[in-house]
């Protein structure tokens, strides 16, 4: 019986939540479909704010530390309209211990964090899909497709997008099922012709064909967000990146590409975060697309509030503490009247972390719909303040901070 939570997730999400449960004191259980140390491609995601930074300070001495120290804090920001610059704005170095963020791939985030865990007496189940889920009376049991099965007092799904555990728990998605396309490319520095530090965003990019394009640097690399049209094919556009891509890079740049593909802006929540003593996090309780940096960050977020909603539980005596791992009977270590209260404790988890997600989906809208200049107001406006950029500087800034979308989860102190 796992008294603290099991964790179904071995990503950013479901690290954090294991890594922040060690530090409530409770034991934390991980399990991940795919092998120990397999490599994920790509940059993912990449942008960690300073919220972000200050929770893992918080889960772990010195962890955030390293992620400050390896990743990358821009140097400025700009945008293009058609080719002319509209907007520009350079940051002045700062100590890093007051970064407002730093960009460092999500591949050797979950790295840090892994290597974090295991110092910090997590204990994992790797290459363990999770493909049953039964909510008991006072506990969850989890089983793989192998056969190794565990049964805990609470179940944090960090699974992700596709996440089993939801679908099994039969809890739909709510939110556009159609999405936009965009093309993502990762491409490594070029010592010889670096390109700048800065954060890019280009309207209409000239040698683009006219597309929006987006340029954002990260420890290693930049990586380029193309958004495509609609008669666009994005897994052609994906498979051979170089045509396009490298008009769009200084004549010469040896860059290499290092990973390639194609994702949908969508924006989904999950109809409920709480399904009896499972909590649902990350991408298993809602999708949005990078821009704006609300995936990871939001998740993270999630991870903390869960493991604070359980930690309350254990700290209210609804459950006795028992840091016995394995998959003895069911409910052996809870009190057998703590299930009302129990529920009732992680009901604030639900009212908190969805009401935020619903803000994120909002402000992720907001930017979609600035991203695709829907409707003749919007393109009407875009124009109108690329052409006042030229004597208005607001202007142009107003372009530079639309993509985004605005950042507010409505929970005072926290943006996501």
């Known amino acids: 019986m796992i008294d603290g939570p099991l964790i179904v997730g071995a990503g950013p999400v479901g690290l954090s939540a294991a890594l922040l ?16 140390g397999a490599a994920k491609p790509g940059s993912r995601a990449i ?11 918080a889960a772990a001495p010195g962890l955030a530390d390293r992620m400050v120290r390896e990743g990358l804090v821009w140097a400025g920001r700009a945008t293009y309209w058609a080719g002319r610059r509209v907007h520009h704005r350079r940051h002045a170095p700062m100590p890093a211990g007051l970064a407002p963020y730093v960009c460092l791939p999500q591949p ?6 892994r290597e974090t865990a295991v110092r910090a007496g997590v204990t994992f189940a790797w290459h363990a899909r999770a493909d049953e889920v039964t909510l008991l009376d006072d506990s969850v049991l989890v089983r793989a497709t192998d056969g190794r099965q565990w049964c805990a007092a609470f179940v944090v799904a960090a699974d992700g997008a596709g996440s089993t555990v939801r679908r099994r728990l039969g809890i739909r998605m709510d939110g556009d099922a159609r999405g936009h396309a965009f093309v993502v490319v990762d491409v490594a520095d070029d010592p010889a012709r670096p390109l700048p530090a800065e954060r890019v965003f280009h309207y209409r990019h000239p040698r683009a064909a006219g597309r929006n394009v987006l340029v954002v640097p990260f420890a290693g690399g930049h990586r380029v967000d193309l958004q495509c049209r609609a008669d666009d094919d994005p897994a052609a556009l994906a498979a051979d990146p170089s045509a396009w891509l490298r008009p769009l890079l200084p004549a010469g740049h040896a860059g ?12 989904a929540v ?3 975060f709480t399904c009896g003593r499972v909590l649902l996090a990350g991408e298993a309780a809602h999708l949005f697309a990078p821009f704006g940096a609300r995936g990871l960050n939001s998740g993270i977020a999630d991870a903390a509030a869960a493991v604070d909603a359980i930690a309350s539980v254990v700290q209210a005596g609804l459950v006795r503490p028992r840091a016995v ?14 299930s009302g209260a129990a529920l009732g404790a992680l009901a604030g988890y ?7 997600a619903e803000r994120n989906r909002a402000a992720a809208g907001k ?18 303040a690329a052409v006042a950029a030229r004597v208005l500087p607001r202007a142009g800034a107003w372009l530079d901070r639309r993509p985004f979308g605005p950042r507010d989860a409505g929970i005072p102190g926290s943006l996501y």
């Open 21 to 36: 449960a060690r530090a409530r004191g409770l034991p934390a259980h991980v399990v991940e479909h795919l092998p120990a």
């Open 47 to 57: 942008f960690l704010h300073r919220q972000t930074i200050q929770t893992l300070a």
């Open 108 to 113: 050797r985030v979950e790295t840090l964090l």
């Open 256 to 267: 290499e590409i290092t990973w390639s593909s194609h994702y949908l802006f969508r924006q």
């Open 270 to 272: 999950a109809e409920t």
């Open 325 to 338: 791992f394995g998959t003895d009977g069911p409910g052996a270590a809870l009190r057998t009247d703590s």
């Open 350 to 356: 639900d009212r908190v972390r969805r009401a935020a």
């Open 367 to 384: 930017a979609l719909a600035h991203l695709t200049a829907a409707g003749p107001h919007r393109r009407a406006a875009q124009r109108a």
